[in-house]
């Protein structure tokens, strides 16, 4: 344990030194906030509300691609390889990436939930502790993707092109960008595979309906036992030289960690509620989403 | 040898078809400095990452510090410090933050300022590692190997690259950790490094050991003649070129002609009179006090640096 704090206090201290860390862990995510707020909600409190969800969640999701790439990058510089003559698990490098995440990108949450009490007057956080659960537990599993992303690349250039069908899929069919509700019947089917959409319309009702714990057991269950299942097979599929194979079934390892989501995306689309409280929560209260709403 | 630290015995590694490990044996003793001399592919490097637990071996026995690399990596690793080929540090990482982050994942420690010092890296504290030039990141590279004041160093390497008096720096610095009774293996391909720094030597050519012993001992075996390499306009019979007065040896290597003979002078006014006689002439012509790369050429027919 004193290791992955070892190294996660420097990691820490290295990527605040870093010029891109601003513009991705900060900057970025601001521009999103004020863009969802004074365009897209108009700035009306209980529209800017809504949108928390979607904007906590592109703060969450985006660490996957600097996490993946930080890890591919050392490991083709033969960083890693210095790491690991010294007493030192995969498991110590993953955790402590995930823990130096976590730390970097706690703030900008707080930021932006401040921000919208401060500046757009948001009459109510919600259910906080909610918020800060999902919030959390988005961070890590996020985290998790990261690391799978770099177990299954070998090279920047390969690492680059996955994150970025990722971060198009997570932004565009998880409810990020355009609601749920808003999608295509198909293409909403295709969503509830997602665990972004989990994340996006958790952080919704937490805000919107003050939805407690118990409500989002099955939004955070799934989140958890994504973060632990990814993590698990990241550690196993850890690379530490870049010339090291692939081991011939890590993709499909890969693709497994996915597993709980499969399950909950077959239920949902069968049994699920999940299109109509997207639907409820978009049709909510006479504001500008609803003016949207109904010009589409 | 009454107890060798490090226990090498019949080692073989392979990638995929390749075979880059093929039967080497050997043992070091405490407080002995062990070369693995030969050129770049001979294995040196796969054989010393195995005995530092970084990669699996496919059959033998090693042995670092009556600890098993393959079952105990991390204890070996504790007992261990080493400098490798083909490394890095991440470029926002400061030297001493360096020191003190490795030095945190030790039981065993030594002071991180004491070894700036030591390292002449005092001034370079606070500088970030890509400020750093290459004799600095290897003296940091070093000064982080000596960390968790280890029984057995590994030095890969160490002056590849590296200018002239870089390599000198570092040579002072082994040299230091030679009288402090270091047990250290080296890899090189440098025969002046070999030959300067190791107490015993194993050439290494093709994954295996092809002569070992004292740099002395191993000069002997070629009859510690003086070489003189020549080259010529014309190519020359080696029958001819052994027949010449005093010439106990004669290679073509790389287009040259290698002539070993003990009394050098003798034998170069027999070559010049058998060059006049025939019509050659002699371009070029080098003598050199013999030397582990006279071993390497006579084993192997080619130059180390091949």
């Known amino acids: ?163 970025q069908i990722l971060w198009f899929a997570l932004l565009f069919f998880s409810g990020a960008t ?39 057991r099955i939004e955070l269950t799934s989140l958890v036992s994504w973060a632990v299942l990814a993590f698990f097979v990241a550690s196993q599929l850890f690379r530490w030289e870049p010339e090291a194979k692939l081991p011939r079934n890590a993709k499909l390892w890969a693709l497994a960690t996915i597993f709980p989501f499969l399950i909950l995306g077959i239920w949902e689309n069968k049994y699920g509620t999940l299109r109509q409280t997207s639907a409820a929560m978009e049709l909510s209260k006479p504001a500008a989403a609803q003016q949207s709403t109904t010009q589409h | 040898m009454a107890n060798p630290v490090l226990q090498v015995e019949n080692l073989v590694k392979r990638y995929g078809e390749v075979e880059a490990v093929r039967g080497v044996s050997f043992s070091v003793e405490k407080g002995e400095v062990f070369g693995l ?28 510090c009556g600890l098993d690399p393959q079952r105990n990596p991390n204890e070996v690793k504790n007992e261990i410090g080493a400098t490798l080929q083909a490394t890095s540090l991440p470029d926002k990482l400061r030297v001493n933050e360096a020191i003190r982050l490795f030095a945190g994942f030790y039981k065993r420690r030594r002071n991180p300022d004491e070894l700036l010092k030591r390292f002449g890296l005092e001034e370079k504290r606070g500088a970030f590692y890509n400020q750093l030039s290459g004799g600095q990141k290897q003296r940091l590279a070093l000064a982080m190997a000596l960390v968790n004041d280890p029984q057995v160093l590994f030095f890969d390497e160490p002056t590849a690259g590296l200018d002239p008096q870089v390599r000198r720096e570092i040579y002072a610095i082994i040299e230091e950790l030679k009288r402090e009774k270091k047990t250290i293996v080296l890899t090189t391909h440098y025969i002046e490094e070999a030959e300067r720094l190791c107490d015993r030597v194993a050439i290494v050519d093709h994954g295996k ?72 002439e002699l371009i070029s012509l080098e003598i050199a006090a013999p030397s582990l790369e006279d071993v390497f050429i006579e084993l192997t027919g080619r130059r180390l640096r091949d």
């Open chain 1, 1 to 163: 344990m004193k290791n992955i704090w070892t190294l996660a206090a420097i990691r820490i201290r290295m990527t605040l030194r870093n010029k891109a860390f601003l513009f991705f862990s900060l900057i970025m995510p601001m521009s999103f906030f004020f863009l969802y707020s004074s365009v897209f909600a108009r700035g009306i409190p209980a529209d800017v509300a809504k949108r928390m969800g979607p904007v906590i969640s592109l703060t969450v999701m985006g660490t996957f691609w600097g996490l993946s790439a930080t890890i591919v990058m050392w490991r083709e510089q033969g960083i890693l390889r210095r790491f690991r003559l010294a007493p030192l698990s995969a498991g110590d490098m993953l955790a402590s990436s995930i823990l130096a995440n976590f730390a970097l990108i706690v703030p900008t949450v707080f930021l932006e939930l401040l921000l919208a009490r401060v500046v757009y007057h948001v009459p109510t956080l919600g259910n906080l502790l909610s918020v800060c659960a999902l919030s959390i537990v988005g961070i890590v599993s996020f985290g998790a993707l990261g690391l799978i992303v770099a177990s299954v690349t070998n090279t920047m250039q390969e690492t680059q092109v996955i994150n």
């Open chain 1, 178 to 216: 355009f609601p749920l509700y808003w999608l295509p019947r198909a293409v909403q089917g295709v969503a509830l595979f997602l665990p972004a959409t989990y994340l996006v319309l958790g952080l919704q009702r937490a805000m919107v309906d003050a939805s407690t714990l118990w409500d989002l």
């Open chain 2, 37 to 64: 001399l030969g050129p770049n592919g001979a294995g040196k490097t796969s054989t010393v990452e195995i005995m530092e637990g970084l990669r699996t071996l496919d059959s033998g026995r090693v042995s670092v």
């Open chain 2, 209 to 280: 050991v092809i002569a070992q012993g004292t740099p002395r001992e191993l000069k002997q075996r070629s009859g510690d003649a003086t070489r003189v390499e020549v080259r010529l306009a014309r190519p020359e019979s080696i029958g001819a070129l052994k027949n010449l007065d005093g010439v106990v040896d004669a290679r073509e290597v790389d287009s040259a002609y290698v002539l070993h003979c003990p009394r050098p002078a003798p034998s170069i006014v027999s070559l010049v009179k058998h060059l006049e006689a025939g019509g050659n």
